[in-house]
């Protein structure tokens, strides 16, 4: 056990908040995605030019060659620094990566870590949600072409994307989650419609992909046919991880703001109020802590396990009682900031259903890391 | 003892499920968030019309003589349906301040006749004892500036420092972005007020807070509903999610959740009306308490079993969850009603 | 709705009042069973004597002829006189009356409601818990006696009957819950051994009921061959509702207690403590509020059915918050009173286990009462 | 920045486990509660010859030169098989306050040879802002009087009114009727003490803190194992009820306690020892608080899944769930962490 950083590790810290202090725009994040995103991008450009995007992964690919460390001090870094939250596309990287082809590899990674080109991830269907392997969009091989039918939805950021990561049926006899094969699909090919979908918080970050008849060419699977399904369990391990989602600087910085709120309305000195303010920090340090052990194992390269379901309950767990927690000390009907922490509470109750619901991670730690007699029918 | 609706009071909610199940049928409650009040008022002269709104209006003002529990009933269909008019803070909680707290006649007969009434909400003044007393940031000492349920042409009703129900012209005002779409406040200049304290307006408050609960009840009752028609749909893994013994045991949950509420609510319908004050007021806060607390957990549960589609905006389930949030805080705030409940405790000791 | 006294529930209120006020014991309910039990026997025999035992009962039976308001009354002013605790043995007499022939009901009813002969309940066995319908104890016909062999367990205040309704497995040709009957055990026949449970907090009111080649006359059967689930299912939905278990009145006086607690340690005054307070004793009017209600639909005199799930879930979860707060305020190691509390508080833990485990009850809430599917397997 | 066990510290592990595990194995932990003392003697005896005990006791007073982390792995293992010894009030805490709040060199090396120290309670002192303040009920102002994992010959330590650890011989004395059946406290005489306000003292608390979150973990990993273990085989309705799903969450829930813990308490292992004391006392504050709640929700959860047996005497499940709630409350009461959380951020603002 050492919690400080290596000699390396400092001089990295020390060099990034240089950067960041000269480059994190005073500007906050606007509230609307329509202009959130171009705020976001910008800033995530700056990074990637200054050598600050992909750090874990190899320099050939545009990657800078370093760890998972080096992720997590920029996580630590970006959100002592209040910066723009990140676009939570860099796992999308990692099965273009694992599974694509030299080729492959070439022509997309580095534009899509240089954020050149935007990535979406079309997996879950209106009829495959939680129980992602009865997915029906479907690709037919018609002589060099695919040809993709079909349906998605809760595609982050799809809107916004030029490439989409799609998981589709190629072979209708093969049971489940066999028979699944992923494609990089151009959003701009005839046939693609895309459509947002609006959160009860007014967000609008999440899509619909309709495909009807859209073609694309063969050497545009990634992986083997019927990898598919392999590689959506890589990118949801990885998704369910906290540390890519910069998540914890953005939950430290709403438990600070809620102290203030506390001091505000004087309730500062209230125990029941200071109990339930230490509660949620002490859960916000066990997301810490439990981030710093998930990364540590991650240095031997290995890619995240059924234990990355503890990782995404727990940050569920934390997000919703910190969102609880700002509701029950944000009462008085129409006091100031009321409707704003209310849209972050009403999105907390997304995080227990989107990447698999909380009842999904479940079975999954029940079954495969206490080996649970399976769940008969 | 009589626990249980009388057969007038079944009939009562028969009627008001079927006329309120068919207009929002015809006009979905979400519209009124945006469509400038139309639907709010076609439902109101609805209700107007068949003296729902009224009934806490004694006969000699030209009301039909009901009583609370007649009342609990119309909010807790209401609640079931999502409807948007501003039945507790004008037919409850307006009504029974202008009624006990000694409001003038003219008022009472307004509301009669489907005057649109607005409680000014005094949630900084609600809780003697808590860190704020008496004084909140909203103006100058005891006063009051939120109208709650408001609709356009509103009169505002607020216990002034003499303890008596007082009504304002509500003029101006600026609309309060808080939580509820469905459910409207405004801002207006602060008028002085003074806490529920005498036996009168302690009577009032526990029917406000017995109102609150029973629209809770009926909103966590219709996102049970919503929960358990999806669960036996909605097919996953093969199977519908409703034969999942993790979803089951949520929606059982949620059950529990809302047979007691409904059982604390008609309990107190009867207490905050007939009881003596001091046991009036007690039940009352529990009723608000709990239902309360349960209705916001149910309907997070409901999202849950819904799933994605719960956290969409076109979806209802989170209007439903953001009125059960207004209910839940107004009319002092969540908590005045525990304290008060712990204080008679500590005070029998 | 009208929860006033009726003049003539006044009238019977009032009358217990003075009754009780002349007859409770100035001494107060000893700790250890051994001591208890003579206390409460007495008591409750004191009771019957006056006349206010088996109220709802038909008077030809022993019992007075009222309904269960006045079960009501009388539970609700026990609580308020600080009376001992009643046996919980009223609802073994039910199915006795309900099921038993017109000579059972002679033989036994009166004695089992004169509290002169003491009943226990043998239902759960150690492989048969949740899952009562997989007893294997079994009852074998030789000419006109029963045969029975087999091991009861968690029969309350087994140590101290007389007799047992107890059930077993009469055809195992039958599947599960069919093929099972009830039987009338008296508790000296040969073959029976009685050994006591002891709970966690020392408690010794379960036992376990060893039956070795018990041999019963065949008329103790009660009802008819395969009767048996259904008595027990009657028998557990009583069990299950909070009206005759005494627990309301005994909640209401540890919430005080904990208020006292609370002055004594200058906690009064507490935001933090009042708002837990107070949360507790609203769950204690929703309890004592759900149960009038429950009483007013027995009124009609139908047996409860699967709503009792609700009443039993309720209870449960009342006791367990109730014994959680007495927990979180007595938190001083070694204070006054703590290891009373800390016993109280395991006890509570054994209320979503005995009587069905709260997952069994919400089992039966989703089938039975919401109508959703059965569980697969 | 390595956030693992070390080799050594997974040995050490391994032979904890083993020696603990045959010791009990062969004398239940149970029989503790009832043997005079014999089980406990033999067991620490064994762990003082593993140099177990003195891991804290810096070398040039005869330790072998540990680190909060070895001692939080021993104190794990400890908890997780329900071992009756004082090792959290010897090993960690009194260790701690001796070495870090100037303590007698000679109490150390008695530590480090075997001699049993018991730490006197400030739970009325530990939080200066709380309604208590430094005044409890159990003597004069200041005062504290009684022993944390007492065992038979243990001299006391606590930090005196001028911030000095400072021994007291513990000769009469009387048993205190607790929760815990295997870890014992007694009540002496009163003697001055202070709250836990300079940096040595402090250093010493964030030590005591976690070392109570490792035993918490290991309680609840036991309780998690015991669970898992009985769902696997006990059969109901024709099939494992593992195999329940209501069980199986039951089961994962713990699982995430379990392995939430254990994350917060190694991460503080390092922190209390090594990062600067306001980092120090944050950190550990958090495994504290964390893993004491997690704790006593993870043995109530694991008697709900052994059902029936879980509430009887003679299995083990109420013993873990006392020695939960016992270091749950120790060394401060469960407040204290959380409120010293809040007022990190309240200052901050």
Known sequence: MDLRDSAEEARFRARLRTWLAENVPDESEPAVLAERWPYMRAFQERLYRAGWVALSYPTDVGGQGLGPMEEAILSEELGRANAPTLLPLGHLGRPLHRYGSEEQRRRYLRPLLAVEEIWCQGFSEPEAGSDLASLRTRAVREGEEWVIDGHKIWTSYGAFADYCLLLARTDPDAVRHRGISAFIVPLDTAGVTVRPIVLANGEEEFAEIFLDGVRIPAENMLGEPSDGWRIAMDVVNYERGAVETGYLPKFARYLSELGEVLTASGLGADRAARLRLGRVAAHLEVLRMHCLRTLSARVSGAPPGPESSVDKLLMTAVEQELMDLSIELVTDVGSPGRAEWFDRYLYGRAGSIYGGSAQVQRNILAERMLGLPRQQG | ?349
């Open chain 2, 1 to 349: 003892m009589r626990f249980a609706l009388s057969d007038d009071q079944q009939f009562l909610q028969k009627v008001t499920d079927e006329v309120v199940g068919q207009a929002l049928a015809a006009t979905p409650a979400r519209s009124a968030a945006t469509d400038g009040g139309e639907l709010r008022a076609a439902l109101w002269s609805t209700l107007v019309e068949l003296d729902l709104v009224a009934l806490l209006v004694p006969v000699e003002h030209g009301g039909p003589g009901g009583s609370l529990t007649d009342a609990c009933v119309v909010a807790e269909v209401l609640g079931r349906h999502l409807a948007p008019v501003p039945y507790v803070g004008t037919a409850i909680a307006a009504a029974a301040l202008l009624r006990f707290a000694g409001g003038p006649p003219a008022a009472l007969a307004g509301l009669a006749a489907g005057e649109p009434y607005s409680v000014l909400l005094d949630q900084h003044l609600a809780d003697p004892d808590g860190p704020d007393g008496p004084d909140g940031p909203d103006g100058p000492d005891g006063s009051v500036s939120i109208a709650f349920d408001w609709v356009a042409g509103a009169r505002g009703v607020a216990l002034s420092p003499d303890g008596v129900a007082t009504t304002y012209e509500l003029a101006a005002g600026e609309e309060v972005d808080d939580v509820d779409l469905l459910h409207r406040l405004r801002r207006f200049d602060p008028v002085p007020a003074a806490a529920p304290r005498g036996d009168d307006a302690r009577r009032a408050r526990a029917m406000a807070w017995t109102g609150a609960a029973a629209l809770l009840t009926g909103l966590a009752d219709g996102a049970l509903a919503t929960a358990t028609e999806y669960a036996r749909q909605r097919h996953q893994y093969q199977r519908p999610i409703g034969s999942f013994q993790a979803v089951q045991h949520l929606c059982a949950d949620m059950l529990v959740d809302v047979e007691t509420s409904r059982s604390m609510t008609y309990g107190a319908s009867w207490a905050a009306e007939h009881a003596p004050i001091d046991e009036a007021m007690r039940v009352a806060a529990a009723a608000k308490a709990y239902a309360g607390a349960a209705a916001v957990r149910v309907c997070e549960t409901s999202i849950q079993v819904l799933g994605g589609i719960g956290v969409t905006d076109e979806h209802d389930a989170h209007l439903r969850l953001r009125t059960a949030h207004l209910h839940h805080a107004a009319f002092g705030g969540p908590d005045a009603p525990m304290l008060l409940l712990a204080d008679r405790i500590l005070e029998g000791n």
